[in-house]
């Protein structure tokens, strides 16, 4: 199958400056050869500590954070590479949810003027049908027409966390970046969000990435799992994988496994949860970066970098190509 999006070693570094003249001393290495592909109408799941790089990576998914090096294609068009102009059209198609959208929000303005915006940026329809289309978005994310008429301030998470939904649908685009759309909900609020994402996905065959770092939202909601650490992906699973006791997994998806509290926990699984924070992205560990916080770690995880090999990237986990999703 031909793949719909696909990042190919992708690096994310910030400058680190210092001294009294402020040149750069450092870098931080938030994202470093990065590589995946997403499938047209599938949901990969982007899970991790806070701090391994998520965030930038979506961001740089849609050249809001410019990439050092690497390619985004999104059917076969390197987007990296191209200027303001030429990237209008992947704009509009490629669409972010953020966790807070009230920040976004212009607390002066309506939610019904807020929403045409898209519109008139992107010249979609007719200044005298915006209204209409408007309201037909505020009823798809489960929204009153009344909405239209208030304010930012007169809703509550939950319901701004619809509009933010609702200003993403507007353009009508393919492929949805959601950066921990429901991590700053109330717990019930989170189910009422993923289940208007999951049918929005449904109804309108969007293609989703869906960052989050708590693995019990993470299983809820994809088809295949990206496991991210200090800035690399350790393993992509199916969701099938992650949810058998007795598939093999990267030693960090493990121990995020074991972290998760969940309604049944498996009996097979003994994993204890990690242990210490996550190191420095400006100064990763040498070879294997999870080596200082691995259970299994041996000297050659000291030494060398494991390479993403069929799926994951441990000096341990040697797996069968054709067994692999
Ligand atoms: P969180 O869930 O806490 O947002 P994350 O996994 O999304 O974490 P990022 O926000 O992408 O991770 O951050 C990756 C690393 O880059 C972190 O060490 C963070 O401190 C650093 N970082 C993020 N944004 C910037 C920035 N604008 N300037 C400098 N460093 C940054
Ligand atoms: Fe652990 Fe070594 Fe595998 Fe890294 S390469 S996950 S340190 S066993």
Not at 129 to 138: P, Q, Y
Not at 205 to 227: K, P, W
Request: some cysteine; aromatic content about 8%; hydrophobic content about 40%.
């Amino acid at each position: 199958m031909t793949s719909f999006f696909e990042v190919k070693n992708l690096q994310v570094t910030y400058p680190i400056h210092g001294g009294i003249l402020g040149r750069q001393v450092g870098a931080i290495h938030a994202v470093e050869d990065v590589s995946f592909h997403i499938l047209k109408g599938e949901t990969v799941g982007l899970v991790g500590e806070s701090g391994c790089g998520k965030s930038t990576l979506g961001k740089s998914l849609l050249k809001l954070i410019p990439a050092n090096r690497g390619e985004v294609l999104f059917e076969n068009q390197n987007i990296l590479a191209l200027n303001r102009n030429e990237f209008q059209p992947f704009r509009k198609r490629i669409q972010m949810i953020f966790q807070d959208p009230y920040s976004s929000l212009n607390p002066r303005m309506r939610i019904g003027d807020i929403l045409e915006e898209p519109f008139t940026i992107h010249g979609l329809c007719p200044k005298a049908e915006r209204k209409d289309k408007v309201i037909e978005l505020l009823q798809i994310v489960g929204l009153r027409p009344e909405c239209y008429e208030k304010y930012p301030h007169e809703f509550s998470g939950g319901q701004r966390q619809r509009i933010g939904i609702a200003r993403a649908l507007a353009v009508r685009p393919d492929f949805i970046v959601a950066d921990e759309p429901v991590s700053a909900l109330d717990v019930s609020i989170q189910s009422q969000i993923l289940n208007l994402l999951n049918r929005i996905q449904n109804d309108m065959g969007l293609t989703f990435l869906f960052i989050s770092h708590d693995l019990n939202v993470i299983r809820y909601f994809c088809d295949r799992i990206i496991v991210m650490y200090l800035g690399r992906v350790m393993e992509i699973l199916t969701r099938d994988e992650l949810l058998d006791p007795h598939f093999k997994k990267h030693p960090y998806t493990e121990a995020l496994l074991a972290a998760a509290p969940r309604a049944h926990p498996d009996k097979v699984r003994q994993v204890k949860p990690l242990k210490g924070d996550i190191p420095s992205p400006a100064h990763p560990p040498s070879g294997c970066v999870f080596h200082t916080r691995c259970p299994e770690a041996k000297d050659i995880c000291r030494q060398q970098i494991p390479l993403l090999k069929n799926k994951v990237a441990c000096h341990f986990r040697e797996r069968d190509e054709k067994t692999v999703a």
